[in-house]
């Protein structure tokens, strides 16, 4: 029994009722005014769920019996504005205000050690909260579109949820002195309006997308070092405001689309502990199905500058392409700049015909319309050298590798693959290739400055690709490989200034218009 005033929409729960049952007053759109008793021990589930007029809830004398509010209690009262939570209430259940549009203040007591996920979900007016002291995890889209402008979350939170505060008003976020968090969910404050983020130093994982398209998001700073191993894919792509961030030491790989997008970034710190950009596995690794796809600071047209670090082993496709980089420096610990298909892995040998044919599906492209870029430096050890690395870098002229003393551009010894258009449009003068193995099509292509390649006398190619050094329009002298037994077909196609070239004895097969429209006579 309750008292109902017709006239007012208020309802009284008597003084002595110990339990409301589950749904007791679900849908009950006259109520404006719930009073719940001083006596009162138990709501059950959905209890005043629906109730789309009820803008006051008082309980009466603080209703100290009340250890909880269970799940979806007043979901979708859309016109309550305030409530205040009983001191002895320990919990907050799932859902509990989700859709509380009108919800401007709620007040809950330090006792209060877990809330559930969803519990002020989509809460639009809800633009400040003081979290209890003693709770342990933020739940899973707990303040997911909600109105909430601020929040500092207590030293006591471990962990929060996946989409904790996805899409939220969020602009301030603080972290109580002596954080015992540790996780970031996936998504936590994806699409929030937060300025800056300090990210505790007790931290050891972040979500997946944890930061993505917060376009208001200035500054990131990691306060702790050792604790973190990767940066997942997509933590801080779309950040379009962030303008500088220093990875932490400790941290091995940089998952793909990291940093995606971030236009206005141009202060980047690699920590000496990073070995894979685009990955947090191993390339190498022989059971992985990691896709590699890399974009890791792809549109970052800020960013001018970076230091690689001694460890980097392994950069994914795309990782730098479209930024503002001037020059280039890879470490000597990089042997692959490539495609994972032509690593040394067993199960993946079967694709390596693929890469040096394939002008599209296996592009390297790392630092690809790269437009400001005018040197690269490659390290002295490199065996592999993917397609399309630099395509698009419409100013580099300059391509060496560490120690090279010569003139020109020129690849390393060590070097035993270069996969298809590696360098096509390129505006190098003057290339010399000390080894490779394998040439792939369109390797040296249509590269309008080109007017000499020398491939030394100990290459060991035996074969070049199709259209490997065709469409050089200035290209006037060529020294091929001594061991050549193979010219693929086109390779020197309209080659304008090429009069003369001498062919070893050792080959023995030419393809269709190898020398069409070049002046050879």
């Known amino acids: 029994r309750y008292i109902f005033s017709e006239n007012t929409g208020v309802v009284v729960i008597p003084e002595g009722t110990t339990e409301i049952s589950a749904r007791a007053f679900s849908g009950q759109?006259?109520?404006?005014?719930?009073?719940?008793?001083?006596?009162?021990?138990?709501?059950?589930?959905y209890a005043f769920q629906g109730c789309w007029n009820l803008k006051e809830v008082a309980f009466n004398n603080g209703s100290p019996s009340l250890a909880a509010i269970p799940a979806y209690a007043f979901a979708n009262c859309l016109a309550l504005t305030s409530v205040v939570i009983p001191e002895g209430v320990v919990s907050i259940g799932e859902g509990a205000f989700m859709n509380c549009v009108?919800?401007?203040?709620?007040?809950?007591?330090?006792?209060v050690a877990s809330v559930g996920d969803y519990a002020f979900r989509s809460t639009a007016s809800l633009n400040r909260i003081t979290l209890p002291s003693n709770l342990k995890t933020i739940g899973k889209n707990l303040f997911n579109d909600s109105g909430l402008t601020s929040v500092e979350i207590p030293a006591s939170v471990t962990s929060i949820?996946?989409?904790?505060?996805?899409?939220?008003?969020?602009?301030?976020?603080?972290?109580?002195?002596g954080s015992s968090l540790t996780t970031i969910g996936k998504n936590a404050f994806a699409g929030s309006d937060i300025e800056s983020i300090a990210i505790p130093a007790k931290v050891t994982t972040i979500g997946v997308n944890a930061f993505e398209s917060c376009t208001s998001l200035r500054e990131a700073v990691f306060e702790g070092t050792g604790k973190i191993k990767s940066i997942p894919e997509y933590c801080f792509s779309g950040c379009t405001a962030l303008e500088g961030i220093d990875?932490?030491?400790?941290?091995t790989g940089i998952c793909q689309y990291a940093f995606y997008g971030c236009e206005k970034l141009s202060s980047l710190t690699l920590p000496s502990t990073l070995k894979m950009i685009g990955t947090e596995v191993s390339p190498t690794n022989k059971t992985t199905t990691s896709?590699?796809?890399?974009?890791?600071?792809?549109?970052?047209?800020?960013?001018?500058?970076?230091?690689?670090?001694?460890?980097?082993?392994f950069i994914a496709p795309w990782s730098f392409a479209r930024t503002g980089l001037t020059s280039v420096k890879l470490p000597a610990s990089l042997k692959y700049l490539c495609t994972r298909p032509m690593l040394p892995v067993a199960t993946l040998t079967n694709n390596i015909t693929r890469t040096l044919t394939d002008t599209s599906t296996?592009?390297?492209?790392?630092?690809?319309?790269?437009?400001?870029?005018?040197?690269?430096?490659?390290?002295?050890?490199?065996?592999?050298?993917?397609?399309?690395?630099?395509?698009?870098?419409?100013?580099?002229?300059?391509?060496?590798?560490?120690g090279y003393t010569g003139t020109g551009s020129a690849l390393p010894n060590t070097v035993q693959t270069i996969a298809g258009c590696a360098f096509m449009g390129l505006e190098i003068t003057e290339l010399t290739?000390?080894?490779?193995?394998?040439?792939?099509?369109?390797?040296?292509?249509?590269?309008?400055?080109?007017?000499?390649?020398?491939?030394?006398?100990?290459?060991?190619?035996?074969t070049l690709g199709n259209y490997s050094m065709a469409y050089n329009p200035l290209?006037?002298?060529?020294?091929?490989?001594?061991?050549?037994?193979?010219?693929g077909t086109y390779v020197f196609y309209e080659d304008a200034a090429l009069a003369s070239i001498e062919l070893p004895d050792t080959v023995v097969k030419t393809g269709d218009y190898v020398f069409a429209y070049t002046a050879l006579r």
């Open 161 to 177: 949820a996946d989409e904790a505060f996805a899409g939220a008003a969020l602009k301030t976020v603080t972290f109580a002195a």
């Open 102 to 111: 009108a919800l401007t203040s709620v007040s809950m007591g330090d006792l």
């Open 433 to 462: 290739v000390e080894a490779v193995t394998t040439l792939g099509n369109y390797a040296f292509c249509d590269m309008p400055a080109l007017q000499t390649i020398t491939f030394a006398p100990d290459c060991k190619a035996k």
């Open 291 to 313: 896709p590699y796809k890399g974009h890791v600071f792809d549109y970052c047209s800020s960013l001018t500058s970076v230091e690689f670090p001694d460890a980097l082993e």
């Open 475 to 487: 290209l006037e002298s060529v020294t091929l490989p001594q061991k050549l037994t193979s010219i």
């Open 362 to 402: 296996y592009l390297s492209s790392q630092f690809a319309y790269c437009e400001n870029l005018t040197e690269a430096i490659l390290p002295k050890g490199l065996v592999a050298l993917g397609g399309r690395v630099f395509n698009g870098c419409i100013n580099l002229k300059n391509v060496v590798y560490e």
């Open 29 to 45: 759109a006259s109520m404006t005014k719930l009073v719940i008793p001083e006596s009162i021990q138990v709501l059950g589930d």
């Open 247 to 251: 990875i932490p030491e400790g941290v």
